[in-house]
């Protein structure tokens, strides 16, 4: 007898359309008078190269099945020498995120990495770190927010509004948006964007999750998002968005935001599907665990994670559309970017998969936004497309503290008086997103001065987040309005 835990333990996952079929070829086998060791021979070959054993005569069905999810086989060989590796920013870099790039490198698809100087761990791929790998995509090393993004909107109306129509600002925001998990509109409200009569039965998450979708389609979310007007500084003339602008300052929109509850589920299910297809991963690459993009997981998750990027694109546009239309109000410019994704790119005369997970694209010329915190500038910024690292930079200044560390640590009074001090109004928002919670913005700039130019600097002045009780966290404190 061979049981499921063992062919498990000899490479063969644990997914519905692989091990049921496993487990009645190798019963019936047995049954017929085959030798239990031949097969675990046969099954370990099978792992190793399932389109060499598609013509066996007790296991070809399972090949056939195998190679669909496996074209480049199952079983895991790390590389011999870890890929090559850069980071940016040395200084208050965790231990554990550093061991997290390591690892990320030595899987036997890996190319090349890098680590921004906002980086801290999380799972699998740290956060702020840049994977580019051959064929394959990891879902854990997109993130579990596909595609969070942000958009900045350089409006027309004067920066002295923010005083003069202050109440109206604040308004608009809470109108035309939504905070908080789950957060959406409903039916007779819903937002209407080209994005949803796209072909949402591609995948099964999309499928079940397109009405969630459409609810929450220009909504902002808990956590770490936001939506703030604020002071937009040009120290000299600069081109934004394709648009001339002149030196001086300008009221601007900032937002952050991602593909909300459906992008979620969508990470859930092809996370664990790849973690499921890999059970000869050890632990602590765990999260690591790949689909083949010849295979039908992968591709089906690099199509769902498309349509993931256009969704929370469309999400911004509609956030932006309907707060400035609130204002009567128009938008001379914008600027956006993803920095949870993974894109085909040119390195190296090759093409490989780049996941940037917490990263912001910045290739020779490209435009980008990194914010800082509620209290602290972000910047509009231009690549200088430093190859070493991947074309990439920072995609803020990166958490100093966890989330139970921000709300067992810091201080609420501390954090108001902070932002009092900066000429920031808080409408909602969490302890755990204070900007002590975070690392120094200007400490990071400085670290990426080879990655990327500063081309605006942005001054949050009225920062509505997720309020109390609606931030997804088990600890759950905000802040008051700072008056």
């Known amino acids: 007898m061979i049981t499921a835990k063992e062919m498990n333990a000899l490479g ?101 990495g890098a680590l921004m100087p906002d980086a801290h761990t999380g799972y699998g791929l740290p956060i702020g770190g840049v994977l580019a790998v051959r064929n394959a995509v990891i879902p854990y090393a997109v993130g579990v927010d596909i595609a969070c993004r942000m958009r900045l909107s350089v409006l027309d109306m004067p920066v002295a509004a923010l005083a003069s129509r202050r109440a109206g600002l604040i308004n608009a925001l809470e109108r035309e948006t939504r905070f908080g998990v789950g957060a959406g509109f409903e039916r007779g409200e819903r937002r209407e964007h080209a994005v949803m009569d796209e072909d949402w039965t591609i995948t099964a998450p999309t499928r ?16 770490n998002h936001f939506a703030e007007f604020g002071e937009l500084h040009l120290d000299a003339p600069a081109e934004l968005g394709g648009v001339y602008l002149e030196q001086g300052v300008y009221l601007a929109l900032l937002s952050h935001s991602g593909s909300r509850g459906t992008g979620e589920s969508v990470a859930g299910h092809y996370s664990g599907l790849a973690m499921s297809l890999r059970p000869a991963l050890p632990r602590e690459l765990r999260h690591l665990a790949w689909l083949d993009l010849d295979g039908e997981a992968g591709r089906e998750y690099w199509a769902a994670m498309e349509l993931m990027g256009r969704y929370a ?50 290739g020779s010329g490209v435009q980008g936004i990194i914010p800082g915190s509620m209290g602290d500038p972000g910047f509009v910024v231009r690549g200088r497309g430093n190859g070493a690292s991947l074309n990439s ?29 900066r000429g920031v109004e808080l409408i909602s928002g969490g302890l755990d997103e204070a900007p002590m919670a975070y690392k120094n913005i200007h400490e990071v700039m400085a670290a990426q001065s080879d990655l990327v130019d500063i081309l605006a600097r942005f001054e949050p002045r009225l920062v509505k987040m997720a309020p109390e009780g609606k931030r997804g966290h088990e600890r759950k404190r905000s802040l008051k309005r700072s008056l």
């Open 313 to 362: 694109s469309a999400n911004h546009e509609l956030i932006h559309a309907h707060v400035l239309r609130d204002l009567g109000a128009e938008a001379l410019t914008h600027v956006e970017n993803h920095h949870n994704f993974a894109w085909r790119e040119e390195h190296g005369a090759e093409t490989v998969i780049v996941h940037r997970k917490g990263a912001t694209p910045a």
């Open 208 to 223: 079940a999750n397109k009405d969630k979708a459409w609810k929450q389609l220009g909504s902002s979310g808990g956590g």
């Open 393 to 421: 930079c920072s995609h803020g200044a990166g958490r100093l503290m966890s989330r139970t560390e921000a709300f067992r640590t810091l201080n609420e009074n501390e954090a108001l008086a902070y932002l009092q001090e």
């Open 12 to 112: 063969i996952p644990n997914e519905k359309r692989i091990m049921p079929l496993a487990m009645k070829l190798v019963n019936v086998a047995l049954a017929n008078g085959a030798c239990a060791e031949t097969l675990r021979e046969a099954l370990r070959a099978m792992c190793e190269s399932p389109a060499s054993m598609t013509a066996d005569a007790v296991l070809g069905p399972l090949a056939q099945v195998m190679r669909e999810f496996f074209p480049g086989g199952a079983r895991f060989t790390p590389r011999e020498t870890p890929a090559p590796w850069r980071r940016w920013g040395e200084a208050r870099v965790e231990d554990s995120a550093i061991r997290q790039m390591e690892d990320a490198c030595s899987l036997p698809a890996a190319v090349r």
